[in-house]
């Protein structure tokens, strides 16, 4: 791997690269702009975390303004809240997750706010170059405004199945939860079945570490009850290393993939966020990362987001920075579309065409 000798590519050209996208989460890959549209429409005073005198007032000043001074306006007032958001959320894991909590979600309790916010996220996937995507969430997170679980599905598939690229959701049960709401996300996840191409378990691995055994029995359940169609992901190894029994529960049920993962060893897929990493903490730089040597080991690796907001990365980023710190070639990244690619939840036939483009794409 590696060896392939090939130009370094710039971001507009990497941009047309066909890529590959399996671990990114919805509620964390919001447009700043939409944020504040939103929010304008709620109130910003509603906010637990105050909004900065230099976000709101631009963005109520452009309500009086035309023409080009609006437009000025509007994007000071949308940079100025994605530097906020970034410096807030980058301090600590904490801060990352309360600003999920405070400024994302009170956003996404309604139908067409997650419409809006999953139509958003598929164009943006598209003009990057996403060919496949595998997006997650947790739906009971949404019903906080009164919207049932399948409300919740309803609006972001409706979304989904007007994708221009192939898309299958991810469902997210919580380490927090407990076996209760975990039967009722499998139940969800076989109803949507069609859709949903993944159960996962996520959230603060500090609080409620390693393989939780009331996930298993209901992600087994959905793994075999859908014959295989809905694959098992869960968050593991992002903060802490694993216990041996963690390493021996995700053998026994056969996981085959593995979110982040950067500080354990695992033969099964690793689905690598570089920059997430760097902005939660868990790695100093992208220079620090471990992505290059598990790559260059031959261990099965895949480039990811995690989401767009808070890391400031769409996918292509991800790649222009190991195109920069590991001198990555298109050799590399076809490896690491390939092996995504393997181990998603895509139909044959989808697979097949998007193998197609993948080889075109970076052999051509």
Not at 300 to 309: A, H, I
């Amino acid at each position: 791997m590696g060896t392939k000798k090939s130009p370094r590519l710039g971001i507009r050209k990497m941009r047309q690269k066909p890529k590959i996208l399996i671990h990114e989460h919805l509620d964390c890959s919001l447009r700043p702009r939409t944020m504040l549209e939103l929010w304008d429409k709620m109130g910003f005073d509603q906010a637990k975390i105050p909004f900065p005198a230099n976000v709101v007032g631009p963005w109520d000043n452009a309500k009086l303004a035309s023409g080009s001074e609006r437009r000025e306006l509007r994007l000071q007032a949308v940079q100025n809240y994605r530097k906020f958001l970034v410096g807030f959320a980058s301090k600590s894991l904490a801060n990352y997750v309360q600003a999920i909590v405070d400024h994302i979600l009170p956003l996404m309790q309604s139908q067409p706010h997650l419409r809006r916010i999953t139509r958003d996220r598929i164009a943006d996937a598209k003009n990057d170059g996403i060919i496949g995507m595998e997006l997650r969430f947790a739906p009971q997170l949404h019903t906080m405004g009164g919207l049932s679980l399948e409300q919740v599905m309803d609006a972001v598939v409706d979304e989904v199945k007007q994708s221009p690229m192939p898309i299958k959701l991810i469902i997210c049960s919580l380490r927090h939860e407990d076996g209760e709401m975990a039967e009722r996300l499998a139940d969800l996840a076989l109803a949507y079945k069609d859709h949903v191409g993944g159960f996962d378990l996520a959230a603060d691995e500090e609080a409620n570490p390693g393989v939780l055994e009331w996930w298993i029995p209901e992600a087994v359940r959905v793994r075999d009850e859908s014959k295989g169609k809905i694959e098992l992901t869960i968050h593991l190894t992002e903060t802490r290393k694993p216990t041996a029994r963690d390493e021996a529960l995700i053998d026994q049920y056969g996981i085959r993939r593995i979110g982040h993962g950067i500080k354990g060893n695992w033969s099964q897929v690793r689905e690598v966020c570089p920059t997430s990493n760097v902005v939660t903490g868990q790695v100093a730089s992208i220079a620090d990362h471990p992505i290059d040597s598990f790559h260059r080991a031959g261990d099965p690796v895949t480039v990811n987001t995690d989401g767009t907001l808070f890391t400031e990365v769409q996918l292509s980023d991800e790649y222009m920075k190991l195109q920069a710190v590991f001198g990555w070639s298109e050799a590399d990244f076809l490896q690491v579309n390939l092996t995504a690619l393997e181990v998603s939840s895509f139909s044959s036939a989808d697979k097949a065409k998007m193998k197609a483009l993948l080889k075109a794409g970076y052999l051509s």
